[in-house]
């Protein structure tokens, strides 16, 4: 099971917008509604930011939407902040194999 | 306040086992499907193990299948991963997560490191 694919990095200034994009196939993010996003700081735990493609957690700002097309789904990050500065993985569930979730090769995001 | 705190982390040899431990307060554990998710030094995400709230139902990675066994005490509202054969492609933070929402993970414990 291949990891999805997602942009090694992405940079923005604060207040801009940016998009991480996140591909798979039909077999897990084009085949189901099931794309999650979380975001990482160094040395700590990742936390949900999305769920099932555009759906926030509460006490996510409103500042993080997700949308997806096809086998790409994506995360934008509206009004940029530092607090943003991490790294973000996608996930998706699959059907492929014994794998039942497959992770995204994640994005570093750099607020400039 | 959810937490799930991981313990059981190590060195270890190849070939060694070890038993990760995720005890969780604050959230009827026995209601949520737990998984195990894993990210070795300066690498993403990988998604290990889950098991359904009785703990009859169970799914592994390919790489893990038949090395590594899930397993949940619902009465001491904790969940476990025994890994066999260890091999250092196995080196990794060891994270238990929440299935809280669906097909997602909404919880996430600090992580245990397993050094193989």
């Known amino acids: 099971q291949s990891a999805l694919t997602q942009p090694a990095s992405v940079s923005g200034s604060p207040g801009q917008s940016i998009t991480i994009s996140c591909t798979g196939t039909t077999s897990d993010v084009g085949g189901y509604n099931y794309v999650s996003w979380y975001q990482q700081h160094p040395g700590k735990a990742p936390k949900l930011m999305i769920y099932?493609?555009?759906n926030r957690p509460s006490g996510v700002s409103s500042r993080f939407s997700g949308s997806k097309s096809g086998n790409t789904a994506s995360l934008t990050i509206s009004g940029l902040q530092a607090e943003d500065e991490g790294d973000y993985y996608c996930s998706s569930h699959s059907i492929s194999g014994n794998t039942q979730y497959v992770f995204g090769t994640g994005t570093k995001v750099t607020v400039l | 306040e959810v937490q799930l705190v991981e313990s059981g982390g190590g060195l270890v040899q190849p070939g060694g086992s070890l038993r990760l431990s995720c005890e969780v307060s604050?959230?009827?554990?026995?209601?949520?499907?737990m998984n195990w998710v894993r990210q070795a030094p300066g690498k993403g995400l990988e998604w290990v193990a889950n098991i359904r709230q009785d703990g009859n139902e169970k799914h592994y990675m390919d790489s893990v299948k038949g090395r590594f066994t899930i397993s949940r005490d619902n009465t001491k509202h904790s969940l476990y991963l025994q890994m066999n054969s260890l091999r250092a492609e196995d080196t990794a933070v060891y994270y238990c997560?929440?299935?809280?929402?669906?097909?997602?993970?909404?919880?996430w414990g600090q992580g245990t490191m397993v050094t193989v």
């Open positions: 099932e493609v555009t």
């Open positions: 604050g959230f009827t554990f026995r209601s949520y499907w």
């Open positions: 997560a929440r299935g809280g929402v669906l097909h997602g993970f909404d919880m």
